[in-house]
């Protein structure tokens, strides 16, 4: 299983995910692009971006559910009691 997954935010206004300015600890954020500000900073742009969010949830789910069955076929690997679908 991934130790790490990534995703880019994106500006709610142009959709775009590289021109972020922000200040050290990121409670304030611009769109260089659009000029577009989050006044609510970091979190601001999360709520956003829930969409992005959900998505990644979902790769880790399907990782997750993919490592768990590898896990157990493994330990039950040659038994005739137990089969794993």
Do not use: H, P, W
């Not at 775009?16 to 922000?22: I, L, R, Y």
């Not at 069955?69 to 038994?79: D, E, H, P, R, V």
């Amino acid at each position: 299983m991934k130790q790490q997954y990534t995703g880019k935010l994106r500006c709610i206004t142009c959709g775009d995910t590289e021109s972020f300015e922000f200040n050290d600890d990121k409670s304030y954020i611009k769109c260089v692009k659009c000029g577009r500000e989050y006044l609510g900073g970091y979190n601001e742009l999360l709520s956003y971006n829930q969409e992005e969010i959900e998505v990644i949830k979902g790769q880790i789910q399907a990782d997750a559910e993919d490592y768990i069955k590898k896990s157990l076929q493994n330990a039950f690997k040659g038994s005739k009691l137990f089969k794993i679908k």
